[in-house]
T-cell receptor, first 114, second 111 residues
Framework: AQSVTQLDSQVPVFEEAPVELRCNYS??????LFWYVQYPNQGLQLLLK??????LVKGINGFEAEFNKSQTSFHLRKPSVHISDTAEYFC????????????FGTGTLLAVQP | NAGVTQTPKFQVLKTGQSMTLQCAQD?????MSWYRQDPGMGLRLIHY???????DQGEVPNGYNVSRSTTEDFPLRLLSAAPSQTSVYFC??????????FGEGSRLTVL
């Protein structure tokens, strides 16, 4: 079975500073990895995904993530954040052929301060 | 461009009452799923379906039933609501790409 760990429940950061949101996963099979974002009172939307190929994945809104198989990590990064990036970010994993059966982490609240 | 539509958006129930959360998608997606979101616990998969007539259990299926008679609709039924089912419920659909399209959520309170 797959599982996801997001160790940071909240990450405060100043506007225009870089940020990294950490995600580690556990799986006995090949995995697909995802980052989703949730703005207040909305559903989730996809930021980026890793299915195969290049381990550096670029997504929307200037975010990127790097798949590291040896460290079982998929950390999300942005070089310069904006106030509008304030939201909750969820890492998710699927695997074993069940591409759409996503297991989510507990989420990280990114709080961007002016 | 409706996408995934959930109704109702808000609902208050008394313990023991039953209700159905409706979910409809207009993207002709085969895969649909229900999640619940609770503070500090992220999203947990309740039930999912890979096509009409096929459903399966997720991580937290107890107390919930689903059916999938058409590609478009995937209702979630609570037969006897309990306070532990107070949560925000999200329906999602997908093609076989891993990208889930979520509805706006249904906030359920069980007193």
């Amino acid at each position: 079975a797959q599982s996801v760990t997001q160790l940071d429940s909240q990450v405060p950061v100043f506007e225009e500073a870089p940020v990294e949101l950490r995600c580690n996963y556990s799986s006995s099979v090949s995995v697909y990895l995802f980052w989703y974002v949730q703005y207040p009172n909305q559903g989730l939307q996809l930021l980026l995904k890793y299915l195969s190929g290049s381990t550096l994945v670029k997504g929307i809104n200037g975010f990127e993530a790097e798949f590291n198989k040896s460290q079982t990590s998929f950390h999300l990064r942005k070089p310069s954040v904006h106030i509008s990036d304030t939201a909750e970010y969820f890492c998710a994993v699927s695997g074993g052929g069940a591409t759409n059966k996503l297991i989510f982490g507990t989420g990280t609240l990114l709080a961007v301060q002016p | 461009n409706a996408g995934v539509t959930q109704t109702p958006k808000f609902q208050v129930l008394k313990t023991g009452q039953s209700m159905t959360l409706q979910c409809a998608q207009d993207m002709n997606h085969e895969y649909m799923s229900w999640y619940r979101q609770d503070p500090g616990m992220g999203l947990r998969l309740i039930h999912y379906s890979v096509g009409a007539g096929i459903t399966d259990q997720g991580e937290v299926p107890n107390g919930y039933n689903v059916s999938r008679s058409t590609t478009e609709d995937f209702p979630l039924r609570l037969l006897s609501a309990a306070p532990s089912q107070t949560s925000v419920y999200f329906c999602a659909s997908s093609r076989n790409t891993g990208e889930l399209f979520f509805g706006e959520g249904s906030r359920l309170t069980v007193l």
